[in-house]
């Protein structure tokens, strides 16, 4: 957004109004030795221009500047329509930070009412809320609500979750109690049915998982029985695969930020959130509603919100204090703007690209898929060379994936995570599969 800083007029016009004759003695309650430590910023006066030629210059000393991405791993680099930006920054969306007061905050409302309908219809559920912070708390709040509503102390978790969800989770379940039961993976990377408990309050899955392995839902909401089903997806494999609410899943939530939103050095991101129509009540968050006023005119109002700080106070079912709203409008002018159509469309390029790639890698020697299991737009391959010497030696050819540490975690050794797009092309992968096999870009 353009800044146009105050005029010395505005400065004086300003100091005059409380009664201060200059910056100095506007600011003589600060020690002098405060003021001596901090004043020599050592800024010189630029023209905007000057200023926009150095804040590039800085910015090209980055040293993830102009990599090609691969690393996934939860955060993904689609390309985002022009649209998407130039709409959510139109004055009708522009209110006061919360939406107390409907009649000065329709446009915000607005959003947030299809923002909801939209996440319900892409997860096959009910109702959905205005939004989490991320992918992880979202993730977090499922097995918080899940645990309230069931109170059996246990919520199973499958193994293959990306690490950093589980390190939301487990800060969670320390908080509240909660104990959490890991549920291996299969040989193809898919969670072992039968290796999950009985006597749960949820079982987390995610689906693709870590591995970028689709997992297999059919049939293990009946193995739970009053337990609920908690899937974490990817909203945009949601294009080609049947939503986990045709599975019976009783929560659904996913991280946003492939929906129109940039990778951003890891954020913002958007937490997206959806549940069966009679846990409304037990789901975090904000709903809008929308309803008609005294003349018939259609409106929209908060409907529900259940932080603490409202009427719920002590039965306050999150302490979440806000949804992200600019993130969540971003992510609704894509969907409007893709459509069905679109989501599938790209959809379909990121799977059909992902396996292009994980064919010509396999094709060269000391490469193999670590899972049988079918994959979305991720996948693990393993390798006879030492994996953390292929990652830098990507990086020097200017390409990122994800650190070998992370898949180590997961009990993966040997092996490195591939995450395609429908901005990857095949001269990348051209230069992808060289840089492997050790040739000069």
């Not at 100095?24 to 309650?29: I, K, P, R, T, W």
């Not at 090209?60 to 022009?82: E, I, K, L, W």
């Not at 049947?242 to 913002?268: N, R, S, T």
Request: include cysteine; charge should be negative; aromatic fraction near 8%.
């Amino acid at each position: 957004m353009p800044y146009i800083p105050n005029t010395d007029a505005d400065r004086r016009a300003m100091l005059d109004t409380i009664g201060r004759s200059s910056l100095d003695e506007l600011f003589s309650d600060i020690p002098q030795s405060v003021q001596d430590r901090f004043r020599p910023l050592g800024l010189e006066s630029l023209s905007e221009m000057e200023v926009y030629g150095r804040l590039c210059e800085l910015a090209s000393s980055n040293a993830g500047a102009g990599m090609v991405p691969f690393a996934g791993g939860g955060v993904y680099d689609h390309y985002a329509p022009s649209v998407v930006s130039h709409l959510a920054s139109r004055s009708e969306f522009v209110t006061a930070y919360t939406p107390y007061q409907p009649e000065i905050s329709q446009g915000t409302l607005t959003a947030m009412f299809e923002f909801q309908t939209m996440v319900a219809e892409l997860f096959g559920m009910d109702i959905g809320n205005a939004s989490l912070y991320d992918g992880a708390t979202a993730l977090a709040e499922a097995a918080w609500m899940a645990e309230r509503t069931r109170r059996r102390g246990r919520v199973a978790v499958s193994e293959a979750l990306f690490p950093h969800y589980r390190r939301v989770l487990d800060t969670y379940a320390w908080g509240s109690d909660l104990e959490l039961v890991e549920v291996p993976y299969l040989p193809n990377g898919r969670l072992d049915a039968e290796a999950v408990p009985s006597d749960l309050s949820a079982l987390i899955v995610q689906t693709p998982n870590a591995f970028g392995v689709i997992e297999a839902l059919d049939g293990l909401k009946d193995r739970l029985g009053d337990a609920f089903l908690v899937v974490s997806c990817n909203p945009i494999s949601l294009g080609l695969l049947e939503p986990p609410g045709a599975f019976g899943a009783d929560i659904v939530v996913a991280e946003g930020q492939a929906l129109g939103l940039p990778m951003g050095f890891g954020g913002p991101l958007l937490g997206m959130f959806a549940t069966r129509q009679e846990h409304l009540r037990q789901m975090p968050g904000r709903v809008a509603g929308r309803t008609v006023d005294a003349d018939g005119t259609p409106g929209y109002v908060m409907a529900a919100q259940t932080r603490e700080q409202h009427i719920r106070r002590a039965r306050a079912t999150s302490n979440i204090c806000t949804n992200s709203a600019l993130c969540a409008l971003a992510a609704t002018i894509y969907m409007g703007t893709l459509g069905g159509c679109g989501l599938r469309d790209v959809a379909a390029q990121c799977a059909q690209r992902a396996h292009t790639l994980a064919e010509r890698i396999v094709e060269m020697d000391g490469f193999e898929l670590a899972f049988g299991a079918p994959f979305f737009n991720e996948f693990v391959v393993k390798t006879t060379q030492a994996p953390q010497a292929v990652f830098e030696r990507l990086r020097e050819a200017g390409f990122l994936v994800s650190p070998p540490s992370e898949l180590e975690s997961l009990g993966l050794d040997g092996a490195l995570r591939f995450a395609v797009t429908e901005k990857r092309t095949n001269a990348e992968f051209d230069q992808l599969v060289a840089a492997l096999k050790g040739e000069s870009r």
